[in-house]
């Protein structure tokens, strides 16, 4: 699990450190009541279902090309 750190707003993005690198994150990704100095956890996972429908979605255009 990463953590990451609200610093500042900054127009409609969050300016927010990740493991000592600073990033520019989409306001509207964060959580609503998402203040400065909040630490917020972000954890990444990988939806089967949707890579597999999107491979399928891909050799499908692959066949009709060739």
Same mark, same amino acid.
């Given at each position: ?17 990740? %493991? ?6 989409? $306001? ?6 998402? +203040?400065?100095? !909040? ?5 990444? %996972? ?6 597999? $429908? ?6 499908? +255009?692959?066949? !009709?090309?060739?």
């Amino acid at each position: 699990m990463i953590i990451m750190i609200i610093d500042r707003f900054e127009n409609e993005y969050a300016v927010c450190e990740i %493991e000592g690198e600073i990033i520019n994150i989409k $306001k509207s990704l964060l959580p609503p009541v998402a +203040k400065e100095g !909040d630490v917020i956890r972000v954890s990444f %996972e990988i939806d089967q279902a949707e890579t597999a $429908k999107r491979k399928e979605n891909v050799a499908e +255009k692959l066949s !009709d090309l060739f």
